[in-house]
Structures are given as C-alpha cells and as structure tokens.
C-alpha cells in the first residue's frame, strides 16, 4: 500500500475516533451556543406568549447599549474581575512558592489549602454572610471593638463596603485554585536552572523574573483564562451576599441575565445579555494569549 494512501486511511480511523467527542461537543456546547444566539435575535418573552418569537434582529443589543443599568452592571463586572482575579493571582503565586519551597507537612498544608475552594460558592457565600452580620457576625464585631459604630458596621449596606465583601469572599474561596495551578507549573520547572542562577551569581529576585517567571507562564495562562472566565460570569456571590443591592450597587452582568430570564421572562433580552458575557470572556482570553503567548524561536506563538 502506497504511503498516501496509509496516510488517508489513518486519517479516516482518526476521524471516526474523535467523531463521539466532537458530537458531544456540538450537542452539550455548540447547540446551546447557536440556539442563544438564535433567541437574541428574536422576541419571546413568555408573559406574552401570545405574541410568539417575533424577529428583532439587532434590536435586543440596541437596548442594551441605550441602557445605563446595563453600563452600570457591565463596569461592576470589570471593575470585580481585574481586582478579585489580580488579587487571587497575587496571593496565589506567594502561596505556591512557599508551599513548594516547604519541606514539612506538605500533604496537610496543600490539603488544607484546597478546602475553601472544595466548598460550593453558595455555601462559602452564606459563611461569609454571617460573619458580616451586623448583629452578631465576628467581622462587625471586631470593628466596634476597634471604636467603629454605626451604620458603618452595617457593611452589606454601603456600595463599597459591600463590593469590598463580594471580593473578599471570592478571594478567599477561589485563591486556591490559582495556588493549585502555579504550584504544578512550578513542579516541573527543572531545579538545575535555579541552581545555576545561582553559581552566576544570580540574586532571588533576579533569578525569580528571569527563570522561573517566564517557564510559569504557560501554567500562568492556563488559571487566568479559567479563573477570569468564572469571575466576569460571577452570580451567586451576588445573588447571596445583596442580591445585587443595595439598590443597583453590586449588579453584575450575569445577575442582570438572570433577572431578565427568571423575574421578566424576557428570553431574547437575557440571551443578548449572556452573549455579551461570553464576548467578554473571550476577549480577556484573546487578551492573555496575545500578551502571554510563549514566542519561540521563529516567532510562532505557542
């Protein structure tokens, strides 16, 4: 049998191989992804049944951008995903190296680390919930302890204060995710590196940003895209903590999908919403493998 025609068969079994994972793919992900795109472009909103899905075309995403609570929602989701996630890398990355660079109790340390984020967020939400209680919750307490009184210690009750609660819970739930994924990068840069920074005379900081730095890139890249894809989607933070109050402070994007949805039962206006969401994330994706992508030799991004 000729070379090509070894190449075609292989190429026939390779196909058919991958064709249930690809069929999963498009029923669990590409069908859902279509028929949203589908609703947004048509009317149907089920108080109105009568009046059946009726086209709009781009009329859904022209209310949206008419619409200061959407700008208002949509500056809510920056402003919570570039601080929760550079929060969580932070504080991830000083993790990771310090649970690498331990030589007792490892096992217990990184399982004890882990704990927060094996909680459900709901439930991590509701813990947090009460320790802000303003009646008997230990963060309220500490601040009247402190000589603070007042409305002040009502912390759910001010814009600020409560966005600065959403980000704490967060960062506490989901930091070790990111500790998690730069540890295993960490794991596999070869020690041989660090040791020869340092016969060069290498100091910490210089072998951190010129060695380990640029090899944790790849593991870098990899947490950012996941952890900023579930932070610019962040609803049950929001929705247990202030249901998105007080008034309209702490409405995201995501919560504003799901009241158009489930309270107005506008499933075009919602589907426009959670579009939206999904070009967001993938833009901040795009964005960090434009500006993390490995160069090789060559120039070709990896």
Do not use: C
């Amino acid at each position: 049998m000729k070379k090509s025609g070894i190449l075609a068969q292989e190429a026939r079994w390779a196909w058919l191989l991958l064709a249930p994972a690809l069929l999963a793919i498009a029923l669990i992900a590409l069908y859902p992804l279509g028929y949203t795109v589908w609703l947004s472009l048509h009317q149907k909103i089920l108080k109105f049944p009568w009046l059946g899905q009726r086209w709009v075309g781009l009329g859904h995403y022209r209310e949206l951008l008419g619409s200061a609570r959407f700008w208002t929602a949509l500056a809510n989701t920056l402003m919570f995903t570039v601080v929760s996630v550079a929060l969580e890398t932070v504080l991830g990355l000083l993790a990771a190296m310090s649970l690498h660079r331990a030589r007792i109790l490892t096992g217990l340390s990184r399982a004890a680390m882990l704990l927060p984020w094996a909680i459900p967020t709901v439930v991590a939400a509701v813990m947090w919930l009460f320790l802000v209680n303003p009646a008997f919750g230990l963060i309220p307490m500490l601040l009247r302890a402190l000589g603070v009184s007042g409305n002040a210690t009502v912390l759910l009750a001010h814009p600020v204060s409560a966005w600065a609660v959403i980000i704490a819970t967060d960062v506490w739930k989901n930091t070790p995710f990111m500790t998690l994924m730069l540890l295993a990068g960490l794991q596999v840069i070869p020690a041989e590196l660090h040791e020869a920074a340092a016969v060069d005379g290498a100091s910490g900081w210089q072998t951190f940003w010129h060695v380990t730095l640029p090899l944790l890139v790849p593991a870098l890249l990899v947490a950012l895209i996941f952890r900023t894809a579930q932070a610019f989607m962040v609803f049950g933070h929001i929705y247990t903590l202030t249901a998105g109050g007080p008034g309209t402070a702490t409405e995201t994007l995501a919560f504003l999908a799901f009241q158009a949805i489930f309270n107005d039962l506008r499933f075009g206006y919602g589907s426009a919403l959670s579009l939206t969401m999904f070009l967001g994330s993938l833009a901040f994706a795009l964005l960090y493998l434009r500006f993390l992508g490995l160069q090789p030799k060559g120039g070709r991004e990896i």
